[in-house]
């Protein structure tokens, strides 16, 4: 087909591009070969595009892009040309080669072999990655259904490669549609140098489409290079997915183009992942260039960063204009804020909560944490554009006519800022220099050697080098704050509790009670009266055992634990089980060390009377999903108690969002002290259940035929419970909440992610817990040294570490290992201790040979 | 306090190629250790005639020391009547807790003594000793067992 050629520039209406497209289709059948996508695949494509129709300038996401020059564009697929004639046309523009790299060459569309190096990764046999498209990206669309000769790269080992996709247009049709699709295999690695040049007349058009998804930890440097001429027309529609703790570095260098527009899209689904987007975009004349970025986290602790500096000469415009949506556990490390948002109506800016979402009820339940918190940064969107009429403004002016942010969140803020030599507020269009939009860290960024400040045992020496306290699983270090509350405690208040008439008495039971209601704060309960202080954990499970236990358990009744449990929420049930006749039954986990769920939901039966879970492993750091698991088991009519001891430092709790029935954990893995822990309990199952313990404050009145029992929580609570213990957990709640709680996760998995891929590379080392979600706990084995061996030489090099079974023991036999090492971060751990850590294993396989 | 104390060329070469390793079959006694702290397993199985100790074997697994030790131990004590076994448990007992020096008796078992410097290791080394002595103790060929904690 011939392209009707309409002057430029031109309008094009919805009906006279359905048209273009329409005829388009019946032209391309025949050009396209068998290395294209699927037919099926294509025609569902055009239709889609089709069906999508132009953008509209109400479109907020396309307003910036200029698409007048479309109508004089083809649309389709270029025409078919002799190989030899597209070399030939080709030759001249390659540049010179990138030593070490290997190179391929698609000349309008078409892999020319005699200019490419093999290459073993590409295989256009390969099945295509399929994309999901939204209404925004419908030039995907047109790429998908008019791709030829895709570049579709399998990656499993490093790989260094040029991809040159030279536009010749002009030979045929005058339509390119390169296309390029990665997937990387865990581990892998790619510098990709993505070249896109060419010789354009006025009406070429090219429309690119790249999809890569990168599995975990794999690692991209991506370039991509776009030179194609003041002529050229180029879009271009990127996805980017990102598993587990992959990085990826995209750098989009673009200069000059009549009319150029990317499309990009990064989904960061798997914990850790990383993406930087830089962007350098140069143009003049009348040209447009215009930049949409999105960025999804939808998995925790994952970062991204984007830098875009763009220099406009005369009449030209660029825009950029970026959103970052936060899903779940919304620990955004690094992104841009709102600066001049606005565009999102009150109450819009909540996460997306779309049905089969599995994040949805996280990201809700952090939502709620959020607010709480005063924190709303879910979706974070941001424009800048220069051109002429918008130069710059002082930094945080925003843009004209839009409102400012109300919040700013935490990490990075956009800034505009001048051009050199240029004062805030002067105006420079129509200018040489318009826009630089950059991150900065800002105030709030994690400053670990302050945090680290507050804890003095840490600045000390063991075995002549500084102390790598590692060993945070097993008990965290108590800040100065912590220290001090009990000290100004047992300094000035003391006195026995709800007893004394006296000021002193009024005084401790008022600090008593305090700490109390500090509590119900952290966890969210509804009342003090679902709060008991235990001695730890392990008490507050051994009370739900031997109270509730005693009274709902009987003969063949079953509770339901996992593999995970430590002994403290294995044993009091096993106590429990011989005394009623009651089974445990276990929930299997697998290879990776995360709960099978399915096998967990087929044990659930008419005769579960407790689901009793934790809620993070202390052996091997999975996070259970332990909202799903009471999801579950209150379908089936059944309680849960929830092991929290591991997860309260490094995790959000809030019972009522995940309406726990039992939810344990102790002081002193909270930064808190020894000798105190906590059980929540629902009020009305507290109600229900006997004292297990008897003595005073559990009374309201005793005779000697008898007693009756206090109101909650004081019916749990015989004797004279550990105030000093109270205190300073409250202290230490305060300190957790004033240091940001995720903030200090976000830190712990940064560390977290760098000791695994540090350990890794250790000739040896195998990781033992590899859950989707982790916390910052690592536990592993060094081939040919027993860990016990591996503590005493890591002692010797300063860093604690624990060594054992860490009281999982029915765990390790599942996993056929009689102990394991295990070092666990906490919020003042640094990346120098984690190099330490690094070191000293090395240093024990030297000793070990 | 050198690590290399600790861990000598000696002490490595019997945990990477433990001496008498494996299982006497049949037996004249048996007994199982095991240090529930760390998680080391020990089996210890005697051919005996008389008061004599004519054959040692052990099988398990657990730390450097541990292995190392009782790699050492089975070396040292074959050939030995019961007396001079539990001379030799009480020098060793004295030399890893420094109550005492190593004596020439001792011979290699004598490069454990810088397991003294490292108060939570004493029991990796002494678990094979306790072991013997519960097979020692028995006189039929039913498996004792120890627990060092």
Redesign the interface.
Known sequence: MNAPRVPVPGSLSNAAYEQRLRDAIMDSAPLLNARTLPVGVRSAALNKALAAGLPQLRDDLWRYADLRYLASAALGPAAPAAADVLAAAATPLLPARLAGYTRLVFVNGRLLADLSDPCPELDLGAPPLVPDRTRHERFGWLNDAFATDVARLAVRAPLRLEIIFAAVLGIGRDADHPRLEITLAAQAGLVLVERHLGSVGPEGFINAATQVHAGPGSQVQHLRWQQLGDDAQFLDTTQIALDRDAQYAFALLQLGARSARTSLRASLYGAGASLQLHGVSVTGGKHSLDHSLLVDHLAPHTASSQVFRAIARDQARIACRSRVEVQAGRRITRGPVAEGTGRQPAGRDRPAATAGNPYRRRARRAWRHHRRAGRQHAVLSTFARTGPGHGPRPAGMGIPGRRRPRHRAAGVAWRRRAAPGLGAGQQCCPGDIAVTALHSVGGTAFDVEAVRRQFPILAQQVNGRPLAYLDNGASTQRPQAVIDAVDHYETHLHANVHRGVHTLSQLATDAFEGARERVRRFLNAASTREIIFTRGTTEAINLVAQSWGRSNLGPDDEVIVSALEHHANLVPWQMMAAATGARLRVAPIDEQGQLRFEAFLALLNPRTRLVAMTHVSNALGTVVPIQRVIDAAHHAGVPVLVDGAQAVAHLPVDVRALAADFYCFSGHKLYGPTGIGVLYGRADLLDAMPPWQGGGDMIRTVSFEGATWNDLPYKFEAGTPNMTGAIGLAAAMDFLEALGPDEAAAHEHRLLTAATAALMRIPGVHIHGTAEEKAAVLSFTLKGVHPHDLGTILDHEGVAIRAGHHCAMPLMELLGLPATARASFACYNTMAEVEQLDLAVRRAAEVFH | MQ??E??REVI?DH??HPRNFGRLDPHDAEAKGHNP?????LTVTVLREGDRVTDIRFEG?????S?ASASMMTEAIKGRDRAAIETLFQQMHALLTGTGSASADLGKLASLAGVRE?P??VK?ATLCWHTLNAALARSDAVPASVSTE
């Open positions: 690590l290399d600790l861990y490595l945990n990477k702290l760390c998680g080391d397993r697994n657990g730390c450097a020391i292995m490292f939570a290791r990796c």
